[in-house]
């Protein structure tokens, strides 16, 4: 399902720098989960000892009419050259998490929740290949940005009867510092 337009209003002359910095835990929390092992609730094993369970690890949120959590694979290309940010999108029922099947680092734009953008809370981050994200609902976020190579993306997100994707245009052009 493709996000429909909240609000586009790119003045492409302001440009702003955006730090990256790593993904950590707490950096995130106010944004949604980082999925890793360090970030299980619990940890045990499992099938006679052969297997380590780290249990629940994000909080999937799916809300409104007929909504459910889905499973999908997104296969993204990477992006080329200098990235510059100049929209966000949002799902306001429900979170969307973003896990690597294939240990390719990729980076993450988010800014606070609320029907509003504020531009002063967009952070950027970048994974180490090994850490996938759970953006909760309402956190705004930049569609996924994938460095090196193509890369498959296991995705948990929800399905319902409400639009639950809007994108808007924010009103400088952020371009991503050195990862």
């Known amino acids: 399902m493709a996000c ?4 586009l209003t790119v003045e492409p002359a302001a440009r702003v720098p955006l ?12 944004y949604g989960d980082v999925i ?9 094993p499992i099938n006679n000892g052969e297997t380590m ?9 799916a809300n409104g009419s007929n909504a459910r959590p889905i499973v999908s694979i997104f296969e993204s290309k990477p992006v080329r050259g200098s990235i510059n940010v100049h929209l ?13 099947l294939d240990g390719q680092t990729f980076l993450v734009v988010v800014a606070a929740p609320g029907d509003k953008l504020d531009p002063s809370t967009i952070k950027a981050f970048i994974t180490d ?9 309402g956190v705004w976020h930049h569609p996924v940005l994938t460095l090196g ?15 639950n994707c809007q994108e808007i ?8 510092g050195r990862y």
Request: hydrophobic content about 30%; aromatic content about 12%.
């Open 4 to 7: 429909g337009v909240y609000g």
């Open 19 to 30: 730090k990256v910095e790593p993904l950590t835990k707490a950096a995130f929390a106010p």
């Open 36 to 44: 890793e092992p360090a970030s299980a609730s619990k940890t045990y």
């Open 53 to 61: 369970r780290y249990h629940d690890m994000a909080a999937i949120q």
């Open 88 to 100: 966000l999108e949002r799902h306001p029922y429900g979170s969307q998490a973003f896990v690597p």
């Open 129 to 137: 290949g090994k850490q996938g994200v759970n953006y909760h609902a």
């Open 149 to 163: 190579k193509t890369t498959n993306y296991l995705i948990v997100d929800r399905s319902g009867d409400e639009p």
């Open 169 to 176: 245009g924010m009103p400088k052009t952020y371009m991503l």
